[in-house]
C-alpha cells in the first residue's frame, strides 16, 4: 500500500506541476495576444503618418 500512496501522491504533485505550467503558458499567450495587437494598433498609425 506504500508504493501506491506513493505513486498516487507523486501523480498528484506532478499533475499540480502540470497545471501551473500550463497556467503560465496561457498567461503567456493572452500577453503576447495583447501585444501583438498593441504592435499592430501601432504599425496601422505610423503607416497613417506616412500617407498623410
Known sequence: ???RASTTED???NDERWRKVLN???SLEAELQELYWEI???LD???EIQIH
Open 1 to 3: 500500500m506504500t508504493n
Open 45 to 47: 498609425k505610423e503607416h
Open 40 to 42: 499592430l494598433e501601432f
Open 11 to 13: 501523480l498528484r504533485i
Open 24 to 26: 503560465r503558458f496561457e
